[in-house]
């Protein structure tokens, strides 16, 4: 986006005006999430200062998948003026080839004030879901018009369907992750699925290969895709890393921060990971307790002897055959120490699976573990000439890593599988 003209930005307002408040979402009701808040402040003499909720609209801050810094500002409201009465306001900004740009309005009749801001610069996230610019703008009070330095505070309270970005200082670390709040979210209580990416795999990337938090959008839970501190996942408690990264922490922490923040329902959080990020999710399966169900892919649990869930573990593992880089036998191996863990039998129930697209040179079976609890099964996916890919996702583009199997969908697999368990 660019640095818009003083006539396009003025027939701009003049058309958003115009639309009106009735497009956005209404502000929050009082017994849901509390509404999104807007700070304005004029600096000099005279000053003036708006500071209160949003009784109707909504503001929308969204995030980038890429550099975790916010890409959108947009929307409008209304809110009590300074003197009493109705102010409204109307923002729309985003990215630009330098910071960000866009156009503030604010009218406050009861206080005859109007304030127009041509935003462009820099706008600072001193907080999660809140953002912050300062500059000059023209401010008209009365029959006087100047230009004043202007500070606006807008803070995200209702939050709303897209994607937000989770940015946090654990064990003296920068920590970051996505958060994708499916396509009509309201604040209600909702499962959500986090992903852990490859070795080098940014959250990012994992969305170009694996497209999971476009799986989620229309299928109603919360996508978190956590980004890991260097190259990959503190994989094993006896893994020499930094001694200042704690990966268990910062999991934790995200599951914590989804619950509060996000109003996740604390007995429906599962895990899932890629290579790396499955050695981390067969991990968290042995030590972190607050997740109800777990999917490794072509990264399965290593250490067995350190394995300790002390509860039933439902999980779904899915290997390729001709992993190139993680052997398959870890994969057989890693899904009976979970049978035996959770009571199953050391047989299995095996199905072999429709070939959907020949071309693709894989086959998929499936192996159920017989007499598990109906709370706690245990189930394997053979991708027979499979590599180290995401099932039914985009290729890496690596030939080396070998096939990529379109017969299932990684993200559909999970899904169908994770969701069905709860925590007591």
């Not at 189930?379 to 070998?402: A, C, D, M, R, S």
């Amino acid at each position: 986006m660019h640095i818009l003209s003083w006539r396009r930005c003025r027939a701009f307002v003049a058309i958003s005006l115009a639309i009106g408040f009735a497009q956005v979402p209404s502000a929050a009701h009082a017994d849901g999430p509390p509404p999104d808040r807007i700070t304005v402040s004029v600096e000099g003499e005279p000053a003036y200062r708006l500071d209160g909720d949003l009784t109707s609209g909504g503001i929308v801050i969204a995030d980038d998948i890429v550099d975790f810094a916010t890409k959108r500002i947009e929307g409008q409201g209304s809110l009590r003026g300074a003197d009493g009465g109705t102010a409204t306001v109307n923002i729309k900004v985003g990215k630009a080839l330098v910071g960000m740009a866009g156009t503030f309005v604010l009218r406050d009749p009861s206080a005859d004030v109007r304030i127009w801001a041509l935003v462009h610069g820099d706008v600072t996230a001193p907080v999660d879901g809140t953002v912050v610019w300062r500059g000059a703008a023209d401010v008209r009070r009365g029959s006087e018009s100047a230009r004043r330095t202007v500070r606006i505070t807008i803070q995200d309270r209702t939050l709303d369907p897209g994607d937000h970005a989770i940015r946090i200082e654990h064990a003296g670390q920068d920590r970051r992750a996505l958060v994708t709040l499916p396509d009509g979210y309201d604040g209600s209580p909702l499962p959500v699925l986090f992903h852990l990416p490859g070795l080098i795999e940014t959250p990012w990337m994992a969305e170009l290969f694996g497209r999971m938090s476009q799986y989620s959008r229309t299928r109603g839970f919360i996508m978190v895709t956590a980004e890991h501190y260097g190259l990959g996942w503190q994989v094993g408690a006896d893994v020499p890393r930094d001694p200042d990264v704690d990966d268990p922490g910062f999991i934790n922490r995200l599951q914590d921060i989804l619950i509060s923040r996000f109003n996740a329902d604390p007995k429906r959080l599962y895990a899932s990971g890629l290579s790396n990020g499955g050695f981390f999710t067969s991990r968290l399966a042995c030590e972190n307790r607050r997740f109800a169900a777990y999917a490794p892919v072509a990264g399965q649990l290593q250490d067995e002897a350190s394995c300790r869930p002390g509860r039933h573990v439902p999980i779904v593992l899915i290997h390729g055959t001709t992993d190139p880089l993680v052997e398959y036998e870890t994969a057989p191996e890693a899904a009976g120490f979970f049978a035996s863990n959770n009571g199953c039998g050391a047989a299995t129930d095996v199905t072999d699976l429709p070939d959907i697209d020949p071309g693709d040179r894989t086959t998929v079976t499936r192996h159920t573990y017989r007499n598990c609890r109906a709370d706690a099964p245990v189930v394997l996916y053979e991708i027979k000439n499979g590599g180290h890919q995401w099932p039914g996702g985009t290729p890496f583009p690596l030939p080396f890593l070998g096939a990529t199997t379109q017969d299932i969908d990684a993200n559909a697999v999970i899904w169908d599988f994770v969701s069905r368990f709860r925590l007591p």
